[in-house]
């Protein structure tokens, strides 16, 4: 009795099996979509008659995914994310190999806008988070932020080999290598792990296993009143912590991606050699990956409004030091700060919506705020370009970039959340 009891309790929880997999969704997601377009940027540029031209597909694209997100949130809800990730990575896949092909500008931004846009909603952070969100209440924190590292390590991954695939084989083939290992990489985990809620296999969120009945009882009291407290999509969106949320991350995901597409660009204008400038790139990603492990452990121990005001803060001084100082031991604390405090951004926005709304109509929710913050990024990423070639400068950019941050901080601490559960 005493070995079988044992054997029960070394049994890995489904739960992270999901995390897993969400993991490699967003690394593929968020690697191949936002990180390497700037390695593609060029060689499409060149094709396609200019950057400007080509920026407007990315652009396009953001539009697309948040609207498809509206739609693609209630399936969620209503089907899990198993199938709709599926679909997800074919469309995907089907979008890359039709890049490889596309032979006039106006077809880029139909593949942009339509397949890809579509796929990248279907196996991105909707599902992804969305999955995660409804397996775990008390580690929710812990299990988003190893998930949503995925985000930083697709950029360590799928950049560097983008680049290489341009180089030895040119950018039509590199897109449809890359389409490949879409299919190779998302499909597999999400066939084999994804499923929609933890009573489907008869778990518990967490993946507690009381051993005595009236534990039992007590932790599907604690289920069933988790489950109790989730909001309606149309309810969150009357509430104003709906329009904070939106309105903070809004600002801070704006800055984060602005930044983060032009940083080889602010670099490379400081005299920084190309080849360097993507190398700290690189590196402000893997920080990434170490800030959302950290701010994922802190979402499960403090008030998560507070944990994402000092994640804002952090960013805030990061910025000021890359606008303030040009020196390399600035720019290595910049690195190290911007990079583990942008890293909790994904993490944050995805725990917060859980907690002030429930998990039950998690997709839903999800999927309204996306449009609000997406939209932000669609306009503010081009916006800081203009800013640029206006002023003859980056630095009026880094200034509004630190001073939204500030904005969001006071935002996210008006946003009203539920008392905690407690068994």
């Not at 950029?155 to 389409?179: C, D, K, M, N, T």
């Not at 984060?256 to 920084?272: E, K, P």
């Not at 805030?316 to 942008?342: D, K």
């Amino acid at each position: 009795m005493k070995r079988a009891a044992t054997r029960r309790n070394t049994v890995i929880f489904h739960g992270w099996w999901i995390v897993a997999t969400a993991f490699i969704a967003l690394a593929v997601n968020v690697g191949l979509l936002f990180y390497s377009w700037g390695v593609f940027l060029s060689p499409l540029a060149e094709t396609f008659g200019g950057r400007a031209r080509v920026a407007g597909a990315y652009s396009a694209m953001q539009v697309a995914c948040a609207l498809y997100g509206l739609a693609i949130g209630r399936l969620v809800d209503r089907h899990g994310a198993r199938p709709v990730q599926v679909i997800g990575a074919l469309l995907f896949a089907l979008g890359y190999a039709l890049v490889a092909r596309v032979e006039s500008l106006p077809w880029l931004y139909v593949c942009m806008a339509g397949p890809i846009a579509l796929g990248s909603t279907c196996i991105g952070a909707l599902p992804s988070n969305g999955a995660v969100a409804r397996w775990f209440v008390r580690k929710r924190g812990l299990a988003l932020g190893i998930a949503t590292a995925g985000i930083s390590a697709g950029g360590i991954v799928f950049a560097p080999a983008s680049q290489y695939l341009i180089e030895h084989v040119g950018w039509r083939r590199a897109y449809e290598v890359l389409a490949a290992s879409v299919l190779v990489l998302v499909l597999p985990p999400v066939l084999a792990f994804m499923r929609r809620d933890p009573a489907d296999l008869g778990l518990l969120p967490d993946g507690e296993a009381p051993a005595r009945s009236g534990d039992r009882e007590a932790h599907l009291a604690f289920a069933a009143r988790e489950l109790a407290r989730s909001v309606p999509p149309a309810v969150a969106m009357r509430d104003p912590s709906f329009w904070l949320l939106a309105a903070a991350f809004g600002l801070t995901m704006t800055g984060l991606s602005s930044l983060l597409l032009n940083q080889v660009a602010i670099l490379v204008d400081r005299g920084m050699l190309a080849t360097q400038a993507s190398w700290v790139l690189g590196a402000t990603a893997a920080m990434g990956v170490v800030g959302k492990l950290g701010f994922g452990s802190l979402l499960d121990r403090y008030d998560q409004r507070r944990v994402a005001a000092a994640c804002f803060v952090l960013q805030g001084a990061g910025v000021l030091l890359l606008w303030q100082t040009h020196s390399a031991p600035a720019l290595v604390c910049y690195v190290i700060l911007y990079g583990y405090a942008m890293g909790g951004n994904a993490t944050l926005q995805a725990s917060l919506v859980a907690e002030a709304f429930g998990r039950l109509h998690y997709g839903a929710i999800y999927g309204r705020l996306t449009p609000f913050v997406m939209v932000a990024q669609a306009a503010g990423i081009p916006l800081m370009g203009w800013v640029r070639d206006r002023t003859g400068s980056w630095e009026p950019a880094l200034a509004a970039i630190v001073a939204s941050s500030l904005i969001a901080v006071v935002l996210v601490l008006r946003v009203r959340l539920p008392a905690p559960e407690r068994r």
